[in-house]
């Protein structure tokens, strides 16, 4: 049983990238009843259980018989040491796309859990609900719970997003991307140069530097957000582009690029669920001259106007189209760093007993091409039960830990500065959030 690829899903084939989400728990865990619950998600989602094969010209999802789909692994081990361990594990080529990871204490009473997926058939929101979604499983039979499941409501193959996007004249989309490709080449934004000059790909292995505030940090940035007319995102991409403009030499400004990912799973008609397993992500790329003394608040602003300006019209459509050409054209999404945005998001929702004491999404990919001298900066941005955490992935054979932790100094200095630039007012939104709210 095979479902093609769209030209768009195919993107994603060459980069090997995937999701990887993670929760540290605490309290009693039944393995089990954990198996079962990921068993019952992957059957209710065929493309957990495919392989990428070929397909003519292109490439198809095909679905693993019984002995090859993926079943939740266990042992036990530190947590750190596994976490690493998982990150640095690629999907095995011509295996399945999910891979569910149990690492226990040798006591038995703490516990991390990874979930690997391929890109190719989730982007973060759905990795998110996916996530939750085994834990939802795993707290209804460990409670015996009789429950429909979520899941239950999606069975078959997804229909790719591409061809679910509203009709957009040819002729216009032609226009725009002829648009978008004289903007790269007036405008082409300038990267952070690699700091390891002496390493290849072999030395390198891929690490996570991490920036976390709590309740009471997040709130305040949030406050500071809506006093200055911008979002959490923008500000969060403003520090981004002001950290990476002190990486490069000179005192006058200099042209960098800013990549948001733009969901489009609320914007199609009818919206698609957070538990339709494909890429739901289209992209908007904005450069702005950025100088060492520019004003953060003043890039957020602009970087808030012009996204708002991008999703409120059919660029988001255009842009999804378009995607197609990137290999042709890779300057359409070339930028100096990479801002994700997964908003206020839930945590899992556990038994008695069993209690998460962290939760992370990280996205990884097999290739970084540490020959190239030069790359974006990666910012994973997501809030989980309110609490902002920005995730930096990096390879080390391009940038160093000492490096990317003063990126990440430098981010969150231009954070604090934007927090405490406000006195904090607790507020209903500031203690809480719906799903998926954005920041």
């Known amino acids: 049983m095979r479902r093609a690829l769209c030209p768009v899903e195919t993107l994603y084939v060459g980069q090997r990238s995937r999701a990887v989400l993670s929760c540290t728990l605490r309290g009693r865990l039944d393995i089990e009843t954990l198996s079962a619950a990921f068993d019952a998600v992957t059957e209710a989602h065929p493309a957990l259980r495919t392989r990428i094969v070929p397909d003519g010209e292109g490439f198809a999802l095909d679905l693993l018989d019984e002995a090859g789909r993926p079943r939740l692994s266990t042992r036990t081990g530190a947590a750190e040491d596994a976490y690493a361990t998982e990150l640095n594990t690629p999907l095995p080529v011509g295996g ?50 009789e429950r429909p499941g979520a899941a239950d409501s999606t069975p078959g193959w997804a229909v790719p997003v591409s061809e679910l996007l509203p009709a957009v004249d040819e002729a216009a989309t032609a226009a725009y991307l002829e648009l978008r490709a004289a903007e790269a080449r007036r405008h082409p934004a300038e990267l952070v140069a690699y700091d390891v000059t002496e390493a290849s790909a072999a030395d390198g ?94 890039l957020a602003r602009t970087v808030h106007a012009r996204l708002g300006d991008f999703v409120a019209g059919d660029g988001p459509y255009h842009e999804m189209r378009i995607t197609p050409e990137i290999p042709r054209n890779p300057t359409l999404q070339l930028a100096t760093v990479i ?49 902002l955490a920005i995730e930096f992935p990096y390879f080390t054979a391009c940038f160093s830990p000492a490096f990317v932790r003063a990126f990440r100094d430098g981010v969150r200095a231009v954070l604090d500065a934007c927090a405490d630039a406000v006195e904090l007012v607790p507020t209903a939104a500031d203690r809480g959030g719906s799903p998926h709210r954005p920041l």
């Open 96 to 145: 399945p796309l999910s891979r569910a990871v149990l690492v226990s204490a040798p006591e038995g009473d703490g516990h991390l859990f990874v979930l690997s997926v391929d890109h190719t058939v989730v982007d973060g929101h759905s990795g998110i609900a996916l996530h939750n979604e085994i834990w939802d499983r795993y707290r209804a039979l460990a409670e015996g719970e």
């Open 205 to 298: 292995r891929i690490e996570v530097c991490r920036l976390t505030l709590d309740e009471e940090r997040t709130g305040r940035l949030r406050r500071s957000a809506r006093t200055a007319g911008v979002s959490v995102h923008a500000l969060v991409a403003a520090a981004l582009l002001t950290t990476a403009r002190r990486c490069l030499p000179g005192d006058g400004p200099r042209t960098l690029g800013c990549l948001s990912p733009v969901d489009l799973r609320s914007r199609l008609s009818p919206p698609v669920p957070a538990l339709v397993m494909v890429p739901a992500v289209t992209t908007h790329l904005q450069t702005l001259d950025v100088a060492p003394e520019s004003d953060p608040v003043e």
């Open 339 to 387: 801002a994700t945005n997964m908003g206020v998001v839930p945590g899992p929702r556990l038994p008695k007993g069993l209690e998460a004491t962290d939760v992370r999404l990280v996205p990884a990919r097999e290739q970084y091409f540490p020959a190239a001298g030069r790359s974006p900066v990666m910012a994973c941005v997501v809030a989980f039960e309110g609490r």
